[in-house]
């Protein structure tokens, strides 16, 4: 290293002379006026110190990387500025900021995404705490028909690459099978789209019966083909309830307990309630518009069976008023009961309902 | 043959003798090279003095400068024009 002394005065020329004699290298000298400058090795300094103490008035500056170290010990905030930078930089390196799921279909990268929680490894982890290869295996398992993943620490993201296998195309031959009924039924409607129908409208048809056949008449002659259609028939059915002249009903006794919890969510909390039976009611009072806190008011009703006499007939309408609604509920859209009756039987205290209903339905369907 | 040898031979003189002096190489637009010189006496950037026993050794030119001095040898950087030895 080489420091850069200016010598100022008037009698400059015999310097360089007698700095040399003490076996001193210089450099660059140079004299302008009334000012020496050369640069001169820092081993050597203490050497020209002692020449020059002799009445020069001088100046000793630091050259490159002692005038940079100078600089940087001058600015001692700079200093912890970057330290602090540079460390925190290395503290960075080591985590995961950012999970990266890229290929496949949505569904399959929410799968990855649930399997990456369960295993803890999202934004923030260290990344000594995953192994990738590890990683790879779990994602070939969690998605079979993956062929291609790919995963790796990038930077400070994590990166899953798969290329999911394509589905093979599929080749649709003659399946050679008949369309047969699946129901009881008089048919009502044919959509023969290939095949040929085996059956009219009006035709009454048991389960299992052939309604469009696996062929095609070209001539005289019979050729294999797919079934394709749709077929349409009335169906009867049948529901069996039983009515009865009484009927258990819960009563409120008027004895209450009320449990009251805090929480910061609206969950549902049961208590050791004292009653046998009861009826609860749940209250969220919301007490901050600061913080999410809530109280929860379980308020239990105590509640006893008790039996009580019914008109049967009017009972037995409303049963059969909720069978026809579970039945229209069950029956696929666009369907409707076409027409229903019922047969009564009464048995002692008892009244046994038999609701028949007839509905148009499809029965028997191929694409 | 080396240098010394050559120079020996040319100027017919003993290689001993021909050490013991100053020698002063000149490369035109380039510098000068000094050696076994005895000091300093001057320094500006035209004309820089070497003193070698009582004679003192000048050399001249434009823009010049020291870029390394040793008791005994000197380089001179720049664009030297004349070398002369005044006694």
């Given at each position: 290293m080489k420091d850069k002394i200016t010598v100022y005065g008037l009698n400059l020329n015999r310097i360089p002379d007698a700095i040399t004699r003490r076996?001193?290298?210089m450099y660059k000298v140079c004299k302008k006026d009334r000012k020496l400058s050369f640069y001169a090795d820092s081993a050597n300094i203490n050497k020209i110190k002692q020449y020059l103490?002799?009445?020069?008035?001088?100046?000793?500056?630091?050259?490159?990387?002692?005038?940079?170290?100078?600089?940087?010990?001058?600015?001692i905030g700079l200093l912890?500025?970057?330290?602090?930078?540079?460390?925190?930089?290395?503290?960075?390196?080591?985590?995961?900021?950012?999970?990266?799921?890229?290929?496949?279909?949505?569904?399959?990268?929410?799968?990855?995404?649930?399997?990456?929680?369960?295993?803890?490894?999202?934004?923030?982890v260290k990344k000594s705490d995953v192994d990738c290869n590890e990683l790879k295996k779990l994602v070939y398992t969690e998605l079979d028909m993956s062929t291609k993943v790919d995963v790796r620490i990038v930077g400070n993201t994590l990166k899953i690459r798969f290329d999911e296998e394509q589905a093979l195309p599929e080749i649709i031959g003659f399946s050679n099978k008949d369309i047969i009924?699946?129901?009881?039924?008089?048919?009502?409607?044919?959509?023969?789209?290939?095949?040929?129908?085996?059956?009219?409208?009006?035709?009454?048809?048991?389960?299992?019966?052939?309604?469009?056949?696996?062929?095609?008449?070209?001539?005289?002659?019979q050729v294999a083909c797919n079934a394709a259609g749709e077929v349409y028939g009335t169906v009867y059915n049948y529901e069996r309830i039983v009515a009865t002249g009484t009927v258990i009903e819960s009563r409120k006794t008027g004895k209450t307990e009320t449990f009251r919890h805090i929480s910061f969510k609206k969950t549902d909390?049961?208590?050791?309630?004292?009653?046998?039976k009861y009826e609860k009611k749940v209250n969220f009072i919301y007490i901050s518009d600061i913080l999410p806190i809530y109280i929860i008011e379980n308020?239990?009703?105590?509640?006893?069976?008790?039996?009580?006499?019914?008109?049967?007939?009017?009972?037995?309408?409303l049963l059969v008023k909720d069978v026809l609604d579970k039945i229209k509920i069950k029956m696929s859209e666009g369907n409707e009961i076409e027409r229903y009756w019922t047969i009564q039987k009464k048995v002692d205290n008892y009244i046994i309902i038999d609701v028949y209903y007839q509905i148009e339905q499809m029965i028997a369907e191929a694409t | 043959m080396a240098f010394f040898e050559n120079l020996c031979d040319g100027l017919k003189t003993a290689i001993d003798e021909l050490k013991s002096k100053p020698q002063i190489s000149m490369f035109?637009?380039?510098?000068?090279?000094?050696?076994?010189?005895?000091?300093?006496?001057?320094?500006?950037?035209?004309?820089i003095e070497f003193k070698y026993k009582s004679e003192t050794i000048c050399v001249c030119g434009r823009n010049l400068e020291l870029k390394e001095l040793t008791e005994t040898d000197a380089y001179i950087t720049g664009k030297p024009v004349s070398i002369s030895i005044r006694v």
């Open positions: 076996c001193v290298k103490d002799n009445g020069y008035e001088y100046e000793i500056r630091p050259t490159g990387i002692k005038l940079l170290l100078e600089k940087i010990f001058k600015r912890i500025g970057f330290s602090l930078t540079f460390i925190g930089l290395i503290i960075i390196n080591s985590f995961v900021l950012k999970v990266e799921i890229t290929g496949g279909d949505s569904f399959s990268r929410q799968k990855i995404e649930k399997m990456l929680d369960d295993k803890n490894i999202c934004a923030f009924s699946t129901a009881d039924a008089v048919i009502t409607r044919i959509v023969c789209i290939n095949g040929t129908p085996q059956v009219k409208v009006g035709q009454a048809v048991k389960k299992g019966d052939v309604l469009i056949a696996a062929y095609t008449l070209i001539g005289d002659e909390i049961e208590d050791k309630c004292s009653f046998e308020v239990y009703c105590e509640t006893v069976d008790k039996s009580v006499e019914v008109d049967a007939e009017l009972q037995s309408k | 035109v637009d380039k510098g000068v090279c000094v050696e076994g010189h005895g000091g300093i006496l001057g320094l500006s950037d035209t004309e």
